[in-house]
């Protein structure tokens, strides 16, 4: 047993560029019941449990080059104008045109998982979520305009000539899950699931700049210059389309603005196989196989998030601003300080000397969850059934630059983690191209799950931040018949 425990430690200690898939909990936790259908539906059908209801679990990630941020935040932007989605630091260390920041929320609300049958399962999930990402971005100079340029302690900044982008969408979603076991055979197991969804869209922003240059100078008129570019602003609910920053936390959020007026439809869908050689499938006589794991190997593919949600598909009020800034007799385009405190940086825009084209997109705009696909592997460690290797692949199938659509990272996980009925404990180090290397660690004991992906991080200038909390009631399948 010494030597099995030399071996773990070795496997928790190698360096490799690894991140968890930001779930409630770490979702391959055989005993996740129906936090791991959130990754991949398939994980429905015995998931050893007789039932499984959630009654409240909150997920946040969050990742920027702009330096220092507060490990927990649990609040989110009730008024989202393109602005303000950004946790920007107190002290913004790194300063440069191609800043970043991703900020992704999920809310389990009361739900529940069904294993009706040995072959078959059902779910019911109720979720609301919040995905914001912000690519390109000059921060020191947006922060300016997001405060009012009242925290401003520089001279001057300049934009330089950029193009950057950003989405903002909260919606909540409604998913019936369905599992079911294709094959069992002494060595082969098979099992597949599809989670159908009823999207229902909170709000959208979309906002994006094109070759835009400019500036300002405090030590002179102190005024915002623009000299070049374009800039492209679409705002879902508001008439006015920076009002006051009004944050509320996460468990007001889903209850905030219910409205069926905006839907859309959408799934996931999921494939698990599962290799049980003799020296892991030994179940005895009087017990249960549902309810143990008979596994050496395990492979798991799916494919999250598909779907778009339609906003005023029965009105215009979906409006695309899109303002081409040019320079007139050689001379830059002014815009007061002062008019961009009272009335916000978009309308400010408006009333200056701009050329602006609004397009109602056909009254309607859609915009796309961010879509993925999730490759995992699950093994075994000495054929003992509480020691576990994990390898989670994350590849977004949306892009950075697509309108209307949030991407997600690209991600790679390895996970070491012990396991029981009752407890399980994990050890996830993390790497991501955009948010550097990171340290985590998860617990699971009866009805509590806790724990964080990203409790420290070795990237300059980069903080990335994770947590997850969730209270359930697990009933899980007798050990014995």
């Known amino acids: 047993?010494?030597?099995?425990?030399?071996?773990?430690?070795?496997?928790?200690?190698?360096?490799?560029?690894?991140?968890?898939?930001?779930?409630?909990?770490?979702?391959?936790?055989?005993?996740?019941?129906?936090?791991?259908?959130?990754?991949?539906?398939?994980?429905?059908?015995?998931?050893?449990?007789?039932?499984?209801?959630?009654?409240?679990?909150?997920?946040?990630?969050?990742?920027?080059?702009?330096?220092?941020?507060?490990?927990?935040?649990?609040?989110?932007?009730?008024?989202?104008?393109?602005?303000?989605?950004?946790?920007?630091?107190?002290?913004?260390?790194?300063?440069?045109?191609?800043?970043?920041?991703?900020?992704?929320?999920?809310?389990?609300?009361?739900?529940?998982l069904w294993n009706f049958h040995p072959k078959h399962a059902l779910g019911l999930l109720w979720r609301y979520r919040n995905f914001s990402d912000y690519n390109g971005i000059n921060g020191s100079f947006w922060n300016d305009v997001n405060n009012d340029f009242s925290e401003s302690t520089r001279e001057n900044s300049n934009l330089g000539s950029t193009n950057f982008n950003n989405t903002s969408h909260s919606w909540s979603e409604i998913g019936l899950n369905y599992g079911v076991v294709l094959l069992n055979t002494n060595y082969h197991f098979v099992k597949f699931g599809g989670t159908a969804k009823l999207l229902v869209g909170d709000r959208g922003v979309e906002f994006r700049g094109s070759n835009l240059d400019g500036g300002y100078d405090a030590s002179a008129a102190g005024d915002l210059t623009l000299t070049s570019g374009e800039i492209t602003y679409l705002n879902t609910t508001l008439e006015n389309t920076e009002p006051a920053n009004d944050p509320r936390l996460f468990l007001s959020a889903p209850f905030a603005n219910i409205s069926f007026t905006n839907l859309g439809f959408g799934g996931d869908v999921g494939l698990i196989y599962e290799w049980r050689p003799r020296e892991t499938n030994n179940v005895g006589v009087r017990n249960n196989a549902s309810a143990v794991n008979t596994y050496k190997l395990k492979l798991s593919a799916s494919i999250l998030d598909m779907g778009r949600i339609t906003y005023a598909k029965s009105t215009e009020d979906a409006v695309q601003n899109t303002f081409t800034i040019s320079s007139s007799n050689n001379a830059a385009l002014t815009i007061p300080k002062?008019?961009?405190?009272?009335?916000?940086?978009?309308?400010?825009?408006?009333?200056?000397?701009?050329?602006?084209?609004?397009?109602?997109?056909?009254?309607?705009?859609?915009?796309?969850?961010?879509?993925?696909?999730?490759?995992?592997?699950?093994?075994?460690?000495?054929?003992?059934?509480?020691?576990?290797?994990?390898?989670?692949?994350?590849?977004?199938?949306?892009?950075?630059?697509?309108?209307?659509?949030?991407?997600?990272?690209?991600?790679?996980?390895?996970?070491?983690?012990?396991?029981?009925?009752?407890?399980?404990?994990?050890?996830?180090?993390?790497?991501?191209?955009?948010?550097?290397?990171?340290?985590?660690?998860?617990?699971?004991?009866?009805?509590?799950?806790?724990?964080?992906?990203?409790?420290?991080?070795?990237?300059?200038?980069?903080?990335?931040?994770?947590?997850?909390?969730?209270i359930h009631l697990p009933l899980l399948n007798e050990v014995f018949r």
């Open 338 to 470: 002062s008019e961009v405190r009272n009335i916000g940086f978009i309308s400010a825009l408006r009333n200056a000397n701009t050329s602006e084209n609004n397009n109602p997109q056909q009254g309607a705009v859609s915009f796309a969850l961010p879509r993925s696909l999730n490759l995992g592997l699950d093994y075994i460690l000495f054929n003992d059934k509480n020691y576990y290797i994990n390898l989670n692949y994350v590849m977004p199938l949306t892009d950075k630059e697509e309108e209307y659509a949030n991407s997600r990272a690209e991600l790679i996980t390895l996970t070491p983690r012990f396991e029981t009925r009752k407890f399980s404990a994990y050890l996830p180090i993390s790497y991501g191209s955009d948010a550097g290397l990171f340290f985590g660690a998860g617990l699971r004991y009866g009805p509590f799950t806790i724990g964080t992906s990203a409790a420290m991080g070795l990237g300059e200038n980069m903080t990335t931040r994770h947590i997850y909390a969730g």
């Open 1 to 112: 047993m010494y030597t099995n425990y030399k071996l773990l430690l070795l496997i928790i200690g190698f360096p490799f560029a690894v991140f968890s898939q930001t779930h409630h909990g770490f979702s391959f936790d055989n005993y996740s019941g129906i936090y791991s259908t959130i990754g991949n539906p398939a994980n429905a059908v015995e998931s050893k449990h007789r039932l499984h209801f959630n009654g409240i679990s909150y997920n946040n990630f969050r990742s920027t080059d702009l330096g220092e941020i507060d490990f927990i935040d649990l609040k989110l932007e009730k008024n989202p104008n393109g602005f303000n989605g950004i946790t920007y630091p107190e002290d913004i260390t790194s300063v440069r045109d191609g800043n970043f920041s991703v900020s992704n929320t999920d809310v389990l609300l009361p739900s529940v």
